[in-house]
């Protein structure tokens, strides 16, 4: 059994005035608005068929009342069958083409602007020029950051990991508390910025430069310097399963740190490395003493 939808507004119409009801009173029994009655009348919209059986008890007709036989409605109207998936009362409009929104905003001179709390910007800021703009809390997991210029940002709390950061210059911003687990920076120039209490679990640094940065209370594990110029740098804390290969070191100290199972090899200048107050396995001090680092202030754990 067919219905469309002009036959049933005239036929709904028809019945309604036979029951000597107005729209808006057979609205208020069936609880829509008149407006909707109208549609239906009108054949812009049909019924459902939960409502249809609701107006055949207003009306007096059964469900047959409402059938169409004509081989195909017309242009305009709507068709389905009984009995069938129940279709909303009315069907608002769709547009015919939805937008993929794509604000890349990389090529940019942001200045100022914050970005807090934002989510999912992947690589929308590469080749950008970041300054004095605010990234706090926000969800920078997996993001691609290529051939920027960032200074004075506020990066404070965001999660960065699995981020690629990549011949970037990072100068004098703040990333405290930030994550950068299994995160990769590549070509970097990284120079005054303060990572309090970081996480670089997994983090590796390649080819650049990390220098008179803060990093009390970061955390170091599995993480990997190589080819880096690091200077004006104080480690300290625990550092667990790390890697310092074929960097240059100046002004460096490990102070009050443990370091376990660390990888120290092929590094230039390390004699000069001041280590004070430093723990170290039997492992990691013979990679030092291989590496020719001054081991005054190093004790080994038996």
């Known amino acids: 059994m067919m219905l469309n939808s002009r036959s049933i507004g005239d036929k709904i119409a028809e019945a309604r005035k036979k029951a000597n009801l107005s729209q808006a009173t057979l609205a208020q029994q069936v609880s829509i608005s008149p407006q909707a009655v109208g549609k239906w009348e009108r054949g812009e919209s049909m019924p459902d068929i939960t409502m249809l059986s609701r107006l055949g008890e207003i009306l007096g007709v059964d469900l047959n009342y409402f059938s169409d036989n004509a081989p195909a409605s017309e242009a305009g109207t ?33 200045v100022d602007a914050d970005f807090s709390g934002l989510k999912n910007l992947k690589e929308k800021f590469s080749s950008s020029n970041m300054r004095n703009c605010k990234f ?62 970081a996480d670089f679990s997994g983090t590796e640094m390649m080819d650049g430069y990390f220098e008179s940065n803060v990093v009390e209370k970061a955390t170091w594990k ?81």
Not at 82 to 106: I, T, V
Not at 260 to 282: A, E, G, P, T, W
């Open 222 to 302: 599995f993480t990997q310097f190589k080819n880096m110029g690091i200077s004006d740098v104080v480690f300290e804390g625990n550092m667990e399963d790390c890697h310092f290969e074929n960097c240059a070191f100046y002004g460096v100290k490990f102070q009050n740190a443990t370091i376990l199972n660390s990888f120290f090899k092929y590094n230039r200048k390390f004699k000069k490395v001041q280590f004070i107050n430093c723990s170290v396995d039997k492992l990691t001090y013979a990679f030092l003493k291989n590496n020719e680092a001054n081991l005054d202030g190093v004790t080994t754990i038996e």
């Open 136 to 197: 706090r809390n926000a969800d920078l997991s997996e993001l691609t950051l290529a051939k920027n210029n960032i200074e004075l940002c506020d990066f404070s709390s965001s999660d960065l990991r699995n981020s690629m950061i990549q011949s970037s210059n990072l100068l004098s911003n703040q990333f405290n508390n930030c994550s950068f687990i299994d995160a990769k920076l590549l070509h970097d120039n990284i120079g005054k910025c303060n990572f309090s209490g």
């Open 78 to 110: 709507t068709t389905y069958e009984l009995p069938g998936k129940q279709m909303p009362e009315e069907q608002p409009a769709q547009p015919k083409k939805r937008f993929d929104w794509n604000w890349d905003m990389s090529k940019g001179n942001w």
